[in-house]
């Protein structure tokens, strides 16, 4: 095509970064008549621009015939200049758009431009990619329009990164994990649905302001050295901080931050990836405790074992002696006292392995409603004149299978607590109560569901000094106390929550300060117990009865104790140190022993051991347990523990000679 040619200001607009409101004709070289060489010159301006971009450009008649392909065109449609140069511009457009071509080229004819529109082209493959288009009217020296010149932009790149956009933005949106970003000063650019659920701060909220509005003010600086390792390019993964919420709450996250850079290379900002790891950190809080406690716990059952054995020497020796005629009164009367120390310590003994949770419990069917009326004259002298214990009993029994005696430790642990809690008096109320819950409906004090199912309530509650909360996830430990020093011993309630735990319960803690504390015990319900008849007890043989009995027990005093204790009602007794001597003697009179009576854990062979090869030689001779210390019952999971009398030290005289006597009754006469 002949002649000087102009294109509208328009089609050049979005490459030459000309003024997109004014409608003149720009003439490519500087004046409406230009000289020859400032005509070649123009001329070799616009083939350089044209050659040079990375977009198609083309010109082409009014009818769709190609006149111009530059190399773009070709790296874009796959067709050579040769290839359309004189061919139809249809050729790269899908049969369904030739209409918007027609009209496209109508609208040129009349001298309109058509700016930037998004449609869809072919390739020489036959494939379809969506392309930017921008057409402009050609016209010659007199300003007669006499074609079409269009920019065209293969928009497939733009697209794919368009998707991936927004794919990337879908996964941040539903993301579980706050993820932001932000400037290096800490401006807030983005906020994710996560982050608005962690911190309850809107994204409209945060975007555009300070990131400081999350972080405690004790912890700013920390943010700020934070954001300069970003400045310097460094990636800082999973550093463990706190952060607050809207709502004021502080939360334990785990955060890692990562620079963003511009497109060349500069750090302009930090992306964070942060989580709520409160309730990990309270998960990790609570093994650690239960560790502890079980350490502890089991440095108190070992003790306790200990303990026993010496309480049972000292019990023991000091009830023999008596049983001394010749005694003055003012000694006997020590002895009596000394029994008490024996019986306090004891007492305390108990307390250790209930806190331990290896206490050794008698469990009964009982109405709680009747323990807690029948325990109430007791409390009431415990906790003196000037305060009272109330009931308010729900009506019909509530029965619950725990140990009596460890009940009333129980309540006797809450009510001189409540008591200690209202130096001025007051009133302590007990109150009982059923209640069905349902899955995961409650929780305990330690944050654990509460199974389903029926339960006895018993709320301990009083109108005292209360408990900070501070103090409440720590009253349940031992030795933890928040009286005075020599007011308490720190055991009461890791004892309370040790019986209760035994007996398959919980304890929820509610407590405010000023306003009292309600401490509420939830037992399972059990059904009623059967009606059963009386049973008369053994009676003891008495000094005829010369029957045998073997003792097996490692600590010397204990072994006398319980050997002094049958010879004196009549008994013949043997005693060994440990299994193999056991044996030994057994051997001796050829298995003729009524009884063995062992220890369980004892060094060389052990009291499980000894009936194991008791079962093979001598099957007939019943076995009795004793120990001071009940988890050994769980030593072995052979069932030959489990089917004989178990005691625990240390053994009141009457007690041991009424299960002697109780055994013997049911074993085999027939002795060699």
């Not at 709450?249 to 409160?278: C, E, K, Y």
């Not at 209640?435 to 944050?447: A, Y």
């Amino acid at each position: 095509m002949g002649g000087f040619y102009v294109v509208e200001k328009p089609f050049l607009q979005g490459f030459f970064g000309t003024d997109p409101h004014r409608s003149i004709r720009l003439s490519l070289f500087g004046r409406t008549t230009p000289t020859a060489s400032e005509a070649t010159l123009g001329l070799s301006r616009l083939a350089a621009i044209v050659e040079s971009s990375d977009d198609a450009i083309i010109s082409k008649g009014l009818d769709g015939t190609v006149l111009s392909w530059n190399p773009a065109a070709e790296r874009i449609f796959g067709y050579t200049r040769e290839e359309m140069v004189g061919s139809s511009i249809y050729k790269l457009i899908p049969p369904d758009l030739h209409h918007e071509e027609q009209h496209i080229l109508s609208r040129i004819s009349s001298g309109h431009h058509v700016p930037h529109f998004e449609t869809t082209r072919r390739h020489k493959n036959g494939t379809l990619f969506p392309v930017a288009v921008s057409v402009s009217p050609v016209r010659d020296i007199d300003g007669t329009i006499v074609g079409a010149a269009s920019i065209k932009r293969d928009m497939s790149q733009i697209r794919r990164g368009q998707e991936v956009s927004a794919h990337l933005a879908a996964i941040v949106e539903s993301s579980d994990d706050a993820i932001l970003s932000k400037t290096l000063e800490g401006t807030v650019k983005t906020w994710n649905a996560a982050a608005e659920r962690m911190y309850g701060f809107t994204s409209a909220e945060m975007i555009g302001n300070s990131i400081y509005q999350v972080v405690p003010q004790h912890l700013q600086p920390e943010e700020q050295q934070i954001l300069e390792r970003v400045r310097q390019g460094e990636h800082v993964a999973h550093y463990e901080t706190v952060r607050q919420r809207k709502d004021g709450r502080q939360i334990d996250v785990s955060i890692t931050l990562s620079p963003i850079r511009d497109q060349n290379g500069t750090i302009t900002g930090a992306s964070s990836i942060q989580r709520d790891i409160t309730q990990r950190k309270r998960t990790e809080e609570a093994l650690r405790q239960a560790a502890k406690m079980e350490a502890i716990g089991a440095l108190a059952g070992g003790l306790a074992h200990d303990f026993n054995n010496q309480l049972y020497a000292v019990s023991g020796f000091a009830h023999f002696i008596s049983r001394d005629p010749g005694l003055s009164p003012a000694t006997r009367q020590d002895i009596l006292e000394l029994q008490k120390v024996a019986e306090r310590m004891a007492s305390l003994t108990r307390q250790l392995l209930a806190f331990a949770r290896q206490q050794v419990l008698t469990p009964e069917t009982l109405d709680l409603n009747a323990a807690v009326e029948d325990t109430r004259p007791m409390l009431q002298r415990l906790i003196g004149s000037n305060m009272q214990i109330e009931l308010a009993l729900a009506p019909g029994p509530k029965w619950v299978r725990v140990d009596r005696a460890q009940l009333v430790q129980v309540l006797l642990n809450l009510v001189i607590n409540a008591r200690d809690a209202m130096p001025k008096g007051g009133t302590i109320l007990l109150r009982t109560t059923t209640l069905e819950i349902g899955r995961h409906h409650l929780v305990d004090r330690s944050n654990t569901p509460i199974d389903a199912g029926a339960y006895a309530e018993l709320a301990v509650i009083d109108s005292g000094e209360g408990i900070g909360p501070e103090h409440i996830p720590h009253i349940f430990e031992p030795f933890y106390t928040t009286k005075e020093v020599g007011m308490g011993t720190g055991l009461g309630l890791a004892t309370v929550e040790g019986i209760i735990a035994q007996s398959d319960g919980h304890i929820q803690v509610t407590s405010e300060v000023g306003l009292g504390t309600t401490i509420r015990l939830l037992l399972p319900l059990t059904p009623e117990p059967k009606v059963q008849r009386d049973s008369q007890s053994p009676v003891p043989r008495g000094a005829a009865s010369r029957e045998r009995i073997l003792v097996v027990e490692d600590e010397d005093s204990v072994r006398t104790i319980v050997s002094r204790t049958l010879q004196a009602d009549g008994y013949e007794v043997m005693g060994a140190r440990e299994g193999k001597e056991a044996l030994a003697l057994l051997d001796e009179v050829g298995g003729v022993v009524d009884l063995i009576i062992t220890d369980i854990v004892m060094p060389g062979m052990s009291g499980v051991q000894l009936a194991q090869e008791l079962r093979q030689r001598y099957p007939d001779i019943p076995l009795m347990w004793m120990s001071g210390h009940p988890r050994e019952t769980e030593l072995n999971s052979d069932d030959v523990i489990e089917e004989q009398v178990f005691l625990h030290k240390p053994i009141a005289p009457e007690v041991l000679l009424r299960v002697v006597a109780e055994v013997l009754d049911g074993a085999p006469k027939d002795r060699a």
